[in-house]
């Protein structure tokens, strides 16, 4: 069965009711959106003050931790100053200079026949020596070593002899440069 | 009148006001609190974590100094001043090349000392200039005895001739004595601590051993203290 339905309401009361029902729904959606905001300023300040609250916390703990550290500063001063004097004689003590090593190879190298009138050994190593012997071999056998790198330690890169002479006495006199690697 | 015109032109337009009030006000919060709030709040989480950061290292830089015994971090320092002092220490180094030279036989004959060319970063020398007569053979060990002594000196120079006795040579070394004025600056608070490696704790122990046994014969030997005999040339 059929039902029957009349409207008998007015044109304009009904548009007027599509009206405030249409505002009421804006008016809603705005006062959600103005409470959302003013939830999101409210918890935003609580947190910055919460944040104000523990940097005040923290500084005051950095104070105390400067004022102890400032109650130490002599050990401190004592601590940089060691460390300041070991970095420089870490790299020293211990240590042969250049001058010392090429040295103590030419030392080495020497044979018991050959002695030495002068030598001069500068800071860079460079040495020249003026050698004596009677024995013409270990003289050779001198220059050799100091010429071969097995036994000149890889620690000579030049070698020009400057005079060989031999006397009437039969001693042979040698003059030699040596420049280090 | 006034009154109610407004608010028939409110009713009339309503849909449209409320929402713009809305909108105005909303732009209004976000703009003067929330925005600036909001970014005062992240650099604040930069300044927090800077500030946490900066307390946690003094905290760590305090703790660090207090398990530093004072009185052995100056016997330390003393140690290093010994084989690297501060100025210039002439007579400790021509009492340790006395001592040197004479263990290996060697006779002083003169000894200058003039100024240095170390090249060294914050480090400064003077020259020592020894003449010797002595065994060559021993010359070697003498140079190299120098040179690993606990004070700072290496050789620049060395100029050797024979004498008239075949065993003997007349010897010239020249020798750079290190020594570095004190630093200026010993560190702000915020400064990092310099920690003593384990290679800084052995260069302070070779310095031990080989530092106390020489003076302490020195002092035993000849009557000798630390600064040189009497005469230095004898």
Known sequence: MQRLTIDLLPAEFKQAQIKSSKFYKIQSIGIAIIGIIAFLASLIIALRILQSQKVLQLQSRAQEAEQKVSSFKTSQGYLLLLKNRLSTINQYLGTSSKLAQVYNLIEKLLPPAVSISTISVSQSGAVSILATSSDGNSLDLFLTNLLSKDTNEDKVKEISMENLSRGKDGIYRLTVNIKPK | ?234
């Not at chain 2, 970063?121 to 010797?132: F, H, M």
């Not at chain 2, 050789?155 to 024979?162: D, Q, V």
Request: hydrophobic share 40%; no cysteine; glycine share 6%.
């Open chain 2, 1 to 234: 009148m006034k009154k109610e015109e407004i608010l028939k032109f409110y009713l009339n337009y309503r849909v449209f006001i409320f929402p713009v009030v809305t909108a105005i006000s909303s732009i209004i919060l976000i703009f003067l609190v929330i925005y600036p709030q909001a970014l005062k709040l992240l650099s604040n989480q930069k300044a927090q974590a800077e500030i946490s950061k900066r307390s946690n290292f003094l905290e760590a830089k305090a703790q660090a100094l207090q398990n530093y015994d004072r009185e052995d971090l100056n016997n330390k320092v003393n140690l290093s001043l010994t084989s690297y002092p501060a100025d210039k220490d002439f007579a400790n180094v021509i009492g340790l090349l006395q001592n040197l030279t004479a263990q290996l036989g060697f006779k002083i004959i003169s000894l200058s000392i003039g100024g240095g060319s170390a090249k060294i970063v914050n480090a400064k020398s003077y020259g020592v200039k020894l003449d010797l007569v002595g065994p060559l053979k021993s010359s070697p060990l003498l140079i190299n005895n120098i040179e690993q002594s606990p004070r700072l000196i290496k050789a620049s120079g060395i100029e050797t001739s024979a004498g008239g006795d075949p065993n003997l040579a007349n010897i010239t070394i020249n020798l750079e004595v290190l020594y570095s004025p004190p630093i200026n600056s010993y560190g702000s608070i915020d400064s990092p601590l310099p920690e003593l490696s384990n290679k800084d704790q052995e260069i302070l122990a070779t310095l031990q051993s080989s530092i106390s046994p020489v003076s302490q014969t020195q002092q035993a030997t000849q009557g000798a203290s630390i600064r040189g005999k009497a005469n230095p040339f004898q």
